[in-house]
């Protein structure tokens, strides 16, 4: 899940180059607030409240960062911060990089990083599936048959994330009274899943530089995904970790009926325990 740091600030804002908190004395000079500072709206990253600007410009270049109102604090410190700290503190898991990321930048990626997950996804489903089926066969016909394999592959792991998904707002949808005193963001939460699905992208290296603790690899993969997408619930609804652990729950749940149902088709789905079984030989 990366991020622009000072390039990924909403349009309107300004470059932050040269932020000086508390430079100068600003008393008696105007500021010059922004259409987006009176149209946007943030979120303090250490309280979550809303804030109507991250920083002020004022005169002769002198940039201020927001106070909070209700916590005494930065609204957004990150927006000083190099991305490579941000993206550090992003795969600590840390709420506050997470609310940067998500309500204080503005990062269309999420799509383009969905698509790139499951092909990684699908290539080691196809990975397994080619390991499990050794054919030396040079035919064209055999050459075409592993390439749709890869094609249903995609199709297989596209459909179970979006079970999993599904699984996650069926539960904050039934459980609405409980989850969010507001009505919940579902788009913007549905972005935060796809944004917390980056760590997929290890699946690749996983596979590539293949050893004897490639199993045990894929399922660290798998708890830090799962574990970004219980900090992205919590993060986006503000919301407990007891109600994020049950939407992960009641994802995985219909995720494994998914696979279940596939299985009971018997279609070879790739599934992460066939992988496991079949690299603790």
């Not at 909403?10 to 922004?34: F, H, I, S, W, Y």
């Not at 749709?148 to 199709?155: G, K, L, N």
Request: charge should be positive; include cysteine; hydrophobic fraction near 40%.
């Amino acid at each position: 899940m990366g991020t622009g740091g000072r390039s990924g600030l909403r349009p309107g804002k300004g470059n932050t180059e040269g932020l000086a908190a508390g430079r100068g004395n600003t008393d008696g000079v105007a500021a010059t607030p922004t259409a987006a500072s009176v149209s946007c709206q943030y979120r303090c990253i250490e309280c979550n409240q809303e804030a109507k600007e991250l920083y002020r410009d004022y005169n002769h270049g002198v940039l201020k960062i927001t106070i909070c109102k209700s916590c005494q604090k930065p609204v957004d410190k990150y927006i000083e911060y190099d991305p490579v700290i941000i993206l550090i503190n992003a795969i600590l898991c840390k709420a506050q990089a997470y609310r940067h990321i998500l309500f204080n930048t503005k990062i269309n990626m999420h799509g383009k990083l969905c698509i790139f997950c499951l092909l990684c996804e699908a290539y080691l489903r196809w990975w397994q599936l080619q390991d499990s089926n050794q054919n030396t066969d040079p035919n064209d016909f055999i050459r075409y048959a592993k390439e749709w394999d890869f094609y249903r592959m995609f199709a297989i792991a596209s459909l179970e994330q979006t079970a999993f998904f599904v699984g996650i707002f069926t539960f904050l949808w039934v459980g609405r009274p409980m989850t969010a005193k507001k009505k919940p963001n579902f788009i913007l939460l549905l972005k935060a899943l796809l944004l917390s699905s980056y760590g997929k992208l290890l699946l690749i290296p996983a596979v590539i530089w293949e050893h004897d603790y490639t199993a045990l690899c894929l399922r660290l993969i798998k708890v830090f995904v799962l574990t970004s997408n219980f900090q992205a619930i919590r993060v986006t609804l503000n919301i407990n970790r007891k109600l994020s652990l049950l939407a992960i729950l009641s994802g995985l749940l219909m995720e494994s009926t998914m696979v279940y149902f596939f299985q009971r088709m018997e279609w070879d789905v790739g599934s992460d325990c066939a992988i496991y079984k079949s690299q603790d030989f």
